[in-house]
């Protein structure tokens, strides 16, 4: 081979992408990674605002499959393009408002677009028949490949020797009998080839790449569209669904109250676009206020905020409202009852 | 060589890296750029994305909440 051949992995940070990498770095092809960020990842954010996530050792594993691979990683801001993926999933949901069968094509499809702007000659995924019910299944390997426009620049080296032979394979470029036919649920091969090429400490598989595939995340989401009357949302709104207790105690609007330190310190960077309210005479939480809300509504929000508050069993709590306009007013409130608050409130 | 700001305060990871990694990419090699962010974990990311991309990491420093870190635009 007079010139070396180039392909980009999809690099997620978990274990399989890791690997098809590896597989076909093995092979001699000059092999860069590519990262997609959604807003919705899991990566990354939660841990920056709770003071007790902050304690665990945190790292991008994007990043750290790059390092264990030695090879560049592009991290691509995909935040705009995505909500229509997650606003319109042409193959629909999974469990929750994960649309993976459409997010895996979008992105095969920004990888295609990135490997014609940089010159290079195929795309690498870590995709394994099987492995997950929607979005890798026999059947959706090819719709992956025609509708991302990839089409047999697409490879997935864990899984080649069970789909047909790519232009890669069928080029030369790489040896189809150096691939793998791993297939199904079981993580024993991947653990065993993680072996061989010594990867330690790699993440484990968890239930997904990101927050969709969270049940009480979709909920939050769903009802911020239910509220908003369209479904629509913007990079503030996801970030601040995984920040606080959200609880909705009336149709048009909902309360984001933080739960400790971190998550108050990042919510205050939010004053200037929402009410918000906090407790003077107690030590109590930041809370923001989304959707519309009048005299009634405040000070039922006031109570809440007291109950969440030091003052919980005070007879009465003073709370400061900021409103959009710059006003402030000091409601003296009874904290309401624990009881008091239905669970349908909790999000 | 020159030397240049970037403010990713408030932003989370991995936007930082991201916001780094497109105004690296406009820069050429040997210019400084100094990054300033709130989120803490900017201080393994933007190393790591250093390390991986080919370029020199100067140095990280705290100020009033604030990280500043400072890193030297590799060779292509
Ligand atoms: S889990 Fe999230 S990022 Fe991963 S394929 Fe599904 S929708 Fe996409």
């Given at each position: 081979m007079?010139?070396?051949?180039?392909?980009?992995?999809?690099i997620s940070g978990g274990l399989d992408s890791l690997l098809a990498?590896?597989?076909i770095q093995e092979q001699g092809i000059h092999v860069e990674?590519?990262?997609?960020?959604?807003?919705?990842?899991?990566?990354?954010?939660?841990?920056a605002i709770r003071k007790k996530d902050r304690a665990r050792p945190k790292r991008n594993n994007a990043l750290w499959s790059a390092e264990q691979l030695g090879i560049k990683l592009h991290i691509v801001d995909i935040i705009e393009e995505y909500k229509d993926i997650v606003i319109n999933p042409k193959h629909g949901y999974g469990a929750n408002l994960n649309p993976c069968l459409d997010c895996k094509i979008f992105m095969v499809h920004k990888a295609r677009e990135w490997i014609d702007s940089h010159d290079f000659d195929f795309?690498?995924?870590g995709e394994v028949i099987g492995q997950?019910?929607?979005?890798?299944?026999?059947?959706?390997?090819?719709?992956?490949a025609q509708e991302s426009g990839a089409d047999d620049l697409l490879l997935r080296p864990l899984c080649a020797r069970n789909l047909p032979p790519?232009?890669?394979?069928?080029?030369g470029w790489v040896d189809r009998e150096q691939l793998f036919g791993f297939e199904g649920r079981t993580r024993k091969p991947q653990m065993a080839l993680a072996n061989t090429f010594g990867f330690e400490e790699?993440?484990?598989?968890?239930?997904?790449?990101?927050?969709?595939?969270?049940?009480t995340y979709s909920r939050k989401l769903a009802d911020l569209w239910k509220a908003r009357g369209e479904r629509r949302y913007e990079l503030d709104d996801i970030m601040l669904l995984k920040v606080g207790r959200h609880l909705r105690p009336h149709p048009d609007f909902k309360m984001i109250i933080g739960r400790e330190d971190g998550e108050n310190k990042f919510l205050e960077g939010y004053r200037k676009q929402y009410v918000h309210l906090f407790t003077t005479t107690h030590r109590g939480p930041l809370v923001l206020i989304d959707g519309e809300v009048n005299d009634e509504g405040l000070e039922l929000a006031a109570r809440i905020t007291a109950r969440f508050s030091q003052g919980r069993d005070a007879e009465l709590v003073d709370v400061e409202v900021h409103t959009l306009d710059g006003e402030q007013q000091v409601f003296r409130v009874r904290p309401i009852a624990g009881a008091a608050i239905p669970g349908g409130w909790y999000l | 060589m020159t030397s240049h700001r970037l403010d990713a305060r408030r932003m989370l990871c991995p936007l930082p890296v991201i916001r780094t990694q497109d105004r690296v990419a406009q820069l050429p090699a040997g210019d400084c750029l100094t990054v300033c962010c709130t989120d803490p974990g900017a201080v393994h990311d933007i190393p790591a994305w250093c390390r991986v991309n080919g370029h020199e990491l100067l140095d990280i420093q705290h100020e009033n909440g604030e990280i500043l870190i400072r890193l030297r635009v590799g060779e292509e």
């Open positions: 007079t010139n070396k051949r180039k392909a980009v992995a999809l990498a590896r597989v990674g590519i990262n997609f960020y959604t807003g919705f990842c899991v990566e990354g954010h939660t841990h795309i690498i995924t997950r019910p929607k979005s890798q299944r026999k059947d959706t390997m090819p719709v992956i790519t232009r890669p394979e069928r080029e790699y993440a484990q598989p968890a239930g997904g790449c990101c927050f969709l595939t969270d049940q | -």
